[in-house]
Structures are given as C-alpha cells and as structure tokens.
C-alpha cells in the first residue's frame, strides 16, 4: 500500500478500519480503533456524529466500559442528538451510566484532567435541567481539574458560575468570571459561546447601571444573531436592547425594537418570549398613547391568535385586562413597572416560603435589605402578602425560567 500523508487519507484509513473490524465482529479490535479516532480531538469539533453513534452502539457493554473516552463521547453524541428537547428519562438513565464508568476509569487511573471533562459535562447537562445546585458544584469540581488547554468546557463551567454570581447579586465576582469565559469564546471563534456571554454580561451591566455598555452587548448579539438566523439569542437580545431604550426614555427605538422581538417571538411560536416581549410592548404603549390606542392593539391581537389557542394562553392575563375591560386593572397597571433582577430574586425565594432570615443568607444581604426589596416589589405588583405576590407572579409569568441554552452553548456549536 503506497504511504499516505494526508490528513483526510488517514481519516479514510481508519474510518474504513473500524468498519471492517466490526465486519469481522471483532468489536475489541474495534473499540481500539475509535479510541485512537477519538484521542487528540474535542468533541466540539466532531464532524459525522451519526457515523459515530453508529460505531457505539455496536459495542458490547462490557468492552465499552473499558474505553473511558468512548464512553464519554457517546454520552455526549446522546445529549447532542435530543437538542434541542431534553433527553428523555431513559436516555438521561445511559447518559449517566456511561459517565459513571468513564468516572470510573479514570478515577482508577487518577486522570484528572479528563475527571474535569466529565464533571464539566455534567455540569452542562444538569444546567439544562435547571438543576442550578448541582450545575454549579459540578461545574466548581471541573474547574479545579480542568487543565488550560480545555478552553471549550472551562468556558461552559465559567458561564454557568458567572450565571450563579449573577443571580446571587455577586456583580463583580460575575464580570470577572463572565470576561474571562468571553476571552475564551472569542480565542476559539466560537460564536455561539460568545453571544451566550455578553447576554449575560448585559444582564450584569444592567444590574450595575452601565446601560451604554449593556447595550453595547445588545447590540453585538443582535448583529450576529440576526446573520446565523438565530432567534433564540436574537429575541432576549432585542426585548435586553428595548429594555435600555426604554430606561433611555427613547421610546419610539424602544417600540421598534419590541416590535421586532415581538414579530419574531409570534414566527417561532415561542410563548415564554411572546409573553415577554407583549408586556415590554403594553409598557411602552401605556406610555407613548392614550388607555384606548392599547386596548385597541391588543384586541387586534386577540383577533389576530383567534385561531391559535396555546397562543392565546400563554397571553390570556395581558389580553383580558387590556382588550376586554374599559379600565385597565391597577394590579396589571402596577406589574408593568419591571422587577429588578434582584427583586425577581427576592420574589422566587418569597414565594417559596422562605423567610426573610433565609433570603438574606441566600442572597447574602442583610435581613433589612430583604424587608426593603420586598417592601418595593408589593408596591409594584400592587399586592400586600406572599399568597397576592405569588398569585400575580403566576398569572404573569413573572417567574417562568428561561431557556439555559444562552448560558451554556452547546459542544457542537462552535461553528455556524
């Protein structure tokens, strides 16, 4: 056989091998033959997943638990090939087997470093499951053993710990961890990994007042969002752009750029966001016309989804309290004036019968801070106990959870 060099001669090469291996069912051999494919190379980086799923799922269990990377990887190809829906319960059942024995093995080996890859994937797996707590001791451990090199999931850990830091108000511990993950999607050209974080570095320049730079981020997103045609980052990127223009007191930007969120959210059939970006648009509305001009554009909308039921209901509270009654309710008045990202925190933690001492060890302020966020989120949802705030919180989707996918890309999308 005359040598080859190439890099795709050799693919070819090994690729025809493992097929023939399994040809002579000797699956050993073969297993040897996906490990040397696999060794060297990111998953995130992987081209034919089928082919390789293919070759996986031939293998007899007991040869499989042998090879750590290949049980990794195929824990992987599982997680990948149900995106964007979750996994069903089943396959979340061998998705963990396999990353138990690749634990394991490499346990047995003290492999550290690769310890790091499989609590770096549990720790996407578990975020995407809205298992915050164990995403984040998961993603904590990765760190510790992840050498530097692993740029992709030390990347994926500093997201969702950035996320964490976010949400407990920890601002500055969040900037820190969120620029250093977005030197390393930048680093990697990875243009997913880069818009997750600065959505959520919006987040965090809103939280500290620094909209110019909030909306820098916005604005970055939007462009590159709208030139892949991905509206799942698209849409908080235009409702977080709004949100600054609103606060800019720019209403006539502010409603284009609602407009646009809206018309996209209604595209996708996307309800979680229609209903956002439908009270960004009765916000400003309510501010921009008389009473009357609102009802009528919401009955128009109401006519509109007339034929599109799960639509409908996923605006009912909006729809009914503008379009059908003569006075707008004061409570529904009152929700409109935003929660601030801490006070949405504070809600979630109220409603879950927490009590003020345990919101405050939670959040890490002081018990009287609790009373005062508190205090300012009954006069905004113009409530006066835990059983009206929770009510309205319900009614308006005000603690429905967003989509994890902005806050930990995927490992296959570092191309578009």
């Given at each position: 056989m005359p040598k080859t060099n190439t890099w795709r001669e050799r693919e070819e090469m090994l690729t025809e091998a493992v097929g023939q291996a399994f040809q002579a069912r000797d699956a050993e051999h073969a297993a040897?033959?996906?490990?040397?494919y696999l060794a060297g190379r990111d998953f995130d980086n992987m081209q034919d997943l089928s082919t390789l799923r293919s070759w996986l799922e031939q293998l007899p269990g007991d040869i499989l638990s042998r090879y750590p990377l290949l049980c990794l990887h195929y824990a992987q190809v599982l997680s990948v090939s149900a995106a964007p829906e979750q996994p069903s319960?089943?396959?979340?059942?061998?998705?963990?087997?396999l990353l138990q024995m690749a634990d394991r093995c490499w346990r047995a080996e003290g492999d550290l470093a690769r310890l790091g890859d499989v609590y770096a994937f549990r720790a996407y797996l578990t975020m995407r499951q809205?298992?915050?707590?164990?995403a984040i001791a998961y993603a904590s451990q990765a760190l510790r053993w992840l050498?530097?090199?692993?740029?992709?999931?030390?990347?994926v850990c500093l997201n969702i710990l950035g996320s964490r830091a976010l949400s407990c108000g920890q601002?500055?511990?969040?900037?820190?961890?969120?620029?250093?993950?977005?030197t390393i999607w930048t680093n990697l050209q990875h243009p997913h990994g880069t818009r997750s974080c600065l959505l959520l570095l919006a987040a965090v320049y809103c939280e500290q007042g620094v909209l110019q730079h909030a909306a820098a981020c916005y604005r970055r997103v939007v462009q590159e969002a709208r030139e892949v045609g991905d509206r799942e980052d698209l849409i908080p990127a235009l409702l977080g752009l709004a949100q600054t223009s609103y606060k800019w007191n720019d209403m006539e930007t502010a409603e284009q750029v609602a407009q646009e969120a809206w018309d996209?959210?209604?595209?996708?059939?996307?309800?979680?966001?229609?209903?956002?970006s439908t009270s960004m648009l009765v916000q400003i509305w309510s501010l921009r016309g008389p009473r009357a001009l609102v009802q009528q554009r919401l009955t128009a909308l109401r006519a509109r989804f007339s034929a599109r039921p799960e639509l409908v209901s996923s605006l009912q509270t909006i729809l009914q309290a503008f379009g059908a009654d003569r006075e707008v309710p004061q409570r529904v008045v009152a929700s409109l004036e935003p929660l601030s990202r801490q006070e949405q925190r504070v809600l979630r933690l109220l409603v879950a019968e927490l009590s003020y001492a345990e919101i405050a060890r939670e959040l890490v302020v002081s018990i009287n801070t609790v009373?005062?966020?508190?205090?300012?989120?009954?006069?905004?949802?113009?409530?006066?106990?835990?059983?009206?705030?929770?009510?309205?919180a319900q009614d308006l989707?005000?603690?429905?959870?967003?989509?994890h996918r902005r806050i930990i890309p995927s490992p296959l999308k570092n191309h578009e």
């Open positions: 040897v033959l996906i490990d040397h319960v089943s396959t979340l059942e061998r998705i963990d087997m809205d298992r915050q707590e164990q050498p530097l090199e692993s740029q992709h999931w030390r990347g601002l500055t511990q969040s900037t820190a961890l969120l620029r250093e993950a977005l996209a959210s209604e595209q996708w059939q996307n309800q979680e966001l229609l209903q956002r009373k005062t966020q508190v205090n300012s989120i009954y006069r905004k949802l113009n409530v006066h106990s835990r059983r009206e705030a929770r009510a309205i989707h005000l603690l429905s959870i967003e989509s």
